[in-house]
């Protein structure tokens, strides 16, 4: 099983849609990003979180550190959040980022 | 500022031959990451530098790579000799002081490596 899985792997939605990534990991962590890969095939670091809940602009992330989960909402999607949605926290004990496998998201106008 | 510099953008070689790519940092960061990302493997780390010094080195396939901050604004990463299974994208990124692991890390654009 991987240490990282992320669901969906592919999703498609209408623009102004109510999008949500989700990531379970099976370690211990100390905090986990979430990365947007453009199609062009830039990285961007969306969020760090430890605990609770960032928002920013249309994004939020949220942590459930007993859960081991985490998701990624997008509120009113926009084309231009069409991307990669990557999870990767970062191993407690090996101190090292465990990368998800993506989620590729297409938003249509 | 102008963000993580990555040079060369692309890179075609030919298999057995050296292949160097460079990282300039953003300026006032001090920690320093390689990347490789493929299809079959996705993104993963193969050195972190704190302070020029590598940290983890634990990612790095073999002994054909090495890599080297000689200073705080500049990295390089060495494939010697090459060989097509090495053919990924390539990158670096930099998080600002007391980051580290834990801070938001800044991605440069990539180096498309190609081993013929």
């Known amino acids: 099983k991987n240490e990282v899985e992320q669901s969906p792997q592919n999703l498609t939605a209408q623009e102004g849609e109510f999008i949500t990534i989700n990531c379970s990991y099976s370690?211990?962590?100390?905090?986990l990003h979430w990365l947007q890969q453009h199609p062009g095939g830039g990285i961007v670091s969306l969020f760090m979180?430890?605990?609770g809940k960032k928002k920013h602009g249309r994004l939020i992330a949220t942590i459930n550190i007993q859960e081991k989960h985490s998701s990624l909402h997008i509120t009113a999607s926009h084309p231009r959040d069409s991307a990669v949605y990557i999870c990767?926290?970062?191993?407690?004990?090996?101190?090292?980022?465990?990368f998800g496998t993506g989620t590729r998201l297409q938003v249509f106008p | 500022d102008a963000g993580v510099i990555q040079s060369p953008r692309h890179e075609v070689t030919e298999m057995g031959q050296e292949v160097t790519l460079r990282c300039k940092p953003i300026?006032?960061?001090?920690?320093l990451f390689w990347y490789r990302q493929t299809m079959m493997r996705g993104l993963e780390l193969l050195i972190y530098?704190?302070?020029?010094?590598?940290?983890?080195d634990s990612g790095m396939p073999e002994d054909r790579f090495s890599a080297k901050m000689p200073n705080a604004s500049f990295s390089t990463l060495k494939i010697q000799p090459s060989e097509p299974r090495d053919s990924a994208v390539y990158f670096c990124?930099?998080?600002?002081?007391?980051?580290?692991?834990?801070?938001?890390?800044?991605f440069g654009p990539g180096t498309r490596l190609t081993v013929l």
């Open positions: 990124a930099s998080t600002p002081p007391q980051g580290g692991r834990t801070d938001t890390q800044y």
């Open positions: 370690v211990g962590i100390s905090a």
């Open positions: 979180l430890s605990s």
């Open positions: 990767a926290p970062l191993s407690y004990n090996t101190d090292k980022l465990i």
């Open positions: 300026s006032g960061h001090n920690s």
């Open positions: 530098f704190n302070n020029n010094v590598p940290i983890d």
